[in-house]
């Protein structure tokens, strides 16, 4: 039997259902290809954005580094420290004054000794530690020359591995001996000499011998009168005699004791002069310290009484910044010889030992 083919004939809405659906599916279709080429975009926007913003927080951690830098560097010349109270680092033309005062003063630097014995048993046995410490605040605006003197002494690490070559009736003098046996002064330290600015090592004196010891003296600033002499820093200085033969400014005296006989015989020979230059901050235990330096065993060598083990200086340093520091050891020089008097000038150092250079 014939098989009859059977077809469907669809109505008119059927059809048109139909056409709706083929329309939508070729829409789906278009959005489908147009999404493949969106989302590589998507994914290379991403990564630019990524990338802007790595690059904006590496800028924005640098700018936190430098400008604060940038903005603290610090304005140092010579009135940074022969003006120390007064200078003005905002505007150096215009120094603070009377009726524009500064209004936040900097507070004096302070200098730190640091001492121990080669016979450490010995050393702790007194002083109840094998190093100690010892800190004072210095007069920057009382004793500026002297007080810079100090602090280049300190930076330039003169008294480093020198000694406290006497200790008598109330005071400890340093003064840059290596020894106590020959009593050399590190100033015959030729390649030591050397390095510092402003000097000439190859200066000889009038002998024709070569004196390695620092020849610059400076006259003396600051006196006070006081009852209580205990817990400060002196410098001897030069006399007003260019020939004389004092100090060369290297010598500093701590005073140990209220009313020392040996500093009241200093202070009264006429030939010597002394600036006050600090005092002991006054940190807690260090007087007592100082008080047992002024009680080490001592033995006569000379005109020194040298203490028995002897306590050597393993540094000291003071906390400028390190801006000043390097100024200070770069212009030494032009801080304490320019723009003075000139009688000043005429016994700031001494020409029979080292003289500054000049070009």
Known sequence: MKKRK????????QKKELKKQQEDGKQNNENAEESEVVVPKSRKTGLFVSLAAGILAVALIVAAICIPVMMSKETV?????????????????????????????????????????????????????????????????????????????????????????????????????????????????????????GFDP??????????????????????????????????????????????????????????????????????????WVGKLTGEEGQSELLKKLNEVPTTLKGKFRVPQFNIKIKSVRSDLSSA???YLLKNFESIISGGISSTWQKYAYNDVFYSFTRS
């Open 77 to 197: 010349t010579n009135d940074t420290f022969l003006k120390w109270k007064t200078f003005n680092p905002k505007d150096p033309e215009h120094p603070y004054d009377n009726e524009n005062p500064n209004p936040n003063p900097p507070a004096n630097p302070i200098v730190t000794f640091t001492l121990y014995s080669d016979d450490e048993a010995a050393f702790a046995a007194h002083f109840g530690s094998s190093e100690i410490r010892l800190d004072f605040e210095l007069f920057m605006d009382d004793a500026p020359y002297a007080s810079t003197n100090m602090l280049f002494l300190a930076e330039s690490g003169f008294y480093d591995g020198t000694i406290i070559n006497d200790v008598k009736n109330g005071h400890a003098m340093i003064n840059g001996f290596t020894a106590a046996d020959d009593f050399v002064n590190k100033s015959k330290d030729i390649s030591f000499m050397e390095k510092l600015t």
């Open 324 to 326: 000043k520091k390097k």
């Open 6 to 13: 059977i077809t469907y004939s669809m109505t008119a809405r």
């Open 202 to 275: 190859k200066r000889t004196s009038s002998s024709g011998l070569a004196d390695f010891k620092l020849g610059y003296r400076l006259v003396a600033e600051y006196k006070r009168q006081v009852d209580d002499s205990f817990g400060y820093l002196t410098m001897l200085a030069g006399t007003s005699s260019s020939s004389s033969s004092g100090c060369s400014s290297t010598a500093f005296v701590m005073v140990t004791r209220d009313n020392s006989p040996q500093f009241n015989d200093l202070m009264s020979d006429p030939s010597t002069y002394m600036s």
